[in-house]
């Protein structure tokens, strides 16, 4: 058997200041549990990188399509309307092989500087929740939040900033976490991502 090349598609981290500025907050959207990838699952919106995503001025250039899926998909799973120029490329992760599912996925995150109202689609996502990276991380330990590994990942990372110019320091010195770190799928230059 073949390995099942992987579907492109994009991620976003909504992240927004707790009332008290002493936190930072992502939103988890719960994907229903009758879904073949991830029921059940807390997750970021996202999703795959449609034909629609591609335009003509860029033409096949995965990054661009990339950024216009997460805008899409953030719109249509969360009822959340952002702009490219807010979404900062943090990740890049790829499906391992031999699962019946796979993706290469653009982890984008968008810091949030006023207040939006999130509306669920209750057909592919029931419901969701702002939460703290420490929060959830918690809940997913104590097995009452599924998180799947790229999710817990970064909720890792955020969970080391209290605000947003620490977070944003840290991605631009941490630079892009590409997983596997030799993934054929992520080829940023070729890709439009500059």
């Not at 909504?14 to 959207?29: Q, S």
């Not at 599924?146 to 944003?168: A, C, G, S, V, W």
Request: hydrophobic fraction near 40%; aromatic fraction near 8%.
């Amino acid at each position: 058997m073949s390995d099942m090349e992987p579907v492109p598609a994009a991620t976003v981290v909504l992240l927004r200041e707790t009332n008290d500025k002493a936190d930072l907050e992502v939103l988890l959207l719960r994907r229903n549990s009758s879904l073949v990838f991830h029921g059940g699952h807390w997750v970021f919106p996202g999703g795959r990188i449609d034909a629609e995503d591609f335009d003509q001025a860029s033409g096949a250039l995965e990054y661009p399509a990339a950024l216009r899926a997460a805008v899409r998909e953030t719109r249509e799973e969360a009822g959340v309307d952002i702009d490219e120029k807010q979404l900062v490329h943090t990740a890049h992760w790829t499906t391992p092989p031999r699962l019946p599912r796979r993706f290469c996925t653009w982890f984008f995150i968008c810091p949030l500087s006023e207040p939006v109202s999130v509306v669920v689609d209750n057909d592919e996502i029931l419901e969701h929740r702002w939460i703290t990276a420490r929060a959830a991380l918690a809940e997913a330990e104590a097995e009452t939040l599924i998180l799947p590994r790229p999710t817990m990942t970064t909720l890792r990372d955020i969970e080391k900033h209290r605000n947003f110019p620490q977070l944003m320091e840290a991605v631009k010195r941490g630079g892009i976490r590409v997983f596997p770190q030799d993934s054929i799928y992520y080829r940023p230059q070729e890709m439009g991502c500059q």
